[in-house]
């Protein structure tokens, strides 16, 4: 499905790539769902690829509810730019690369389910009329959930699907 330019359309292609990681990772015994990643990557393995998810799923609940009470949300985060993107992602790694498996799933699984009660209050002009609201700037408020879930959530797939082969 090309970019969602609608509401229905990002809420079923967000829905539809978060199934699609899930199943993949799903079906993995549990020997390959611990199983380190090769050398070169950040995320170690799944649930390190999972836990990153869910944080950017907080941080953009995080800047929608800054950005909509009409203040400046920093983005991508506190003390980050998106140019130290890099350090910011190392920090997310360390907050969780101890928690077990199944509870980063449980979280990423509330966190996407909120995200898709939010997408799910606003309608199309709200969400892909460019300028509509100064926390997102020049873009659109779909663009940003856009990037915290479908997008995201293939290339997690990729990502995976590229260190398990």
């Given at each position: 499905m090309?970019?969602?330019?609608?509401?229905?359309?990002?809420?079923?292609?967000?829905?539809?790539?978060?199934?699609?990681?899930n199943?993949?990772?799903?079906?993995?015994?549990?020997?390959?769902?611990?199983?380190?990643?090769?050398?070169?990557?950040l995320?170690?393995?799944?649930?390190?690829?999972?836990?990153?998810?869910?944080?950017?799923?907080?941080?953009?609940?995080?800047?929608?509810?800054?950005?909509?009470?009409g203040?400046?949300?920093?983005?991508?985060?506190?003390?980050?730019?998106?140019?130290?993107?890099?350090?910011?992602?190392?920090?997310?790694?360390?907050?969780?690369?101890?928690?077990?498996?199944?509870?980063?799933?449980?979280?990423?699984?509330?966190?996407?389910?909120?995200?898709?009660?939010?997408?799910?209050?606003?309608?199309?002009?709200?969400?892909?009329?460019?300028?509509?609201?100064?926390?997102?700037?020049?873009?659109?408020?779909?663009?940003?959930?856009?990037?915290?879930?479908?997008?995201?959530?293939?290339?997690?797939?990729?990502?995976?699907?590229?260190?398990?082969?």
């Amino acid at each position: 499905m090309p970019r969602p330019k609608t509401k229905a359309e990002l809420i079923q292609l967000s829905q539809e790539n978060f199934r699609k990681l899930n199943d993949f990772v799903d079906a993995f015994s549990e020997p390959e769902l611990i199983a380190e990643f090769p050398e070169g990557t950040l995320n170690r393995n799944i649930r390190d690829v999972l836990a990153h998810l869910h944080e950017w799923h907080l941080m953009m609940l995080n800047w929608y509810h800054v950005g909509m009470d009409g203040k400046k949300p920093d983005i991508p985060a506190k003390g980050y730019t998106w140019k130290t993107l890099p350090a910011l992602n190392k920090e997310i790694w360390d907050k969780y690369h101890t928690v077990d498996l199944g509870e980063v799933r449980k979280m990423l699984n509330t966190s996407f389910a909120t995200l898709q009660q939010v997408i799910g209050k606003h309608s199309d002009e709200e969400l892909f009329e460019k300028k509509r609201y100064k926390w997102t700037g020049t873009t659109s408020l779909g663009a940003y959930f856009i990037s915290a879930t479908s997008s995201h959530y293939d290339w997690a797939y990729k990502l995976i699907k590229k260190c398990k082969k």
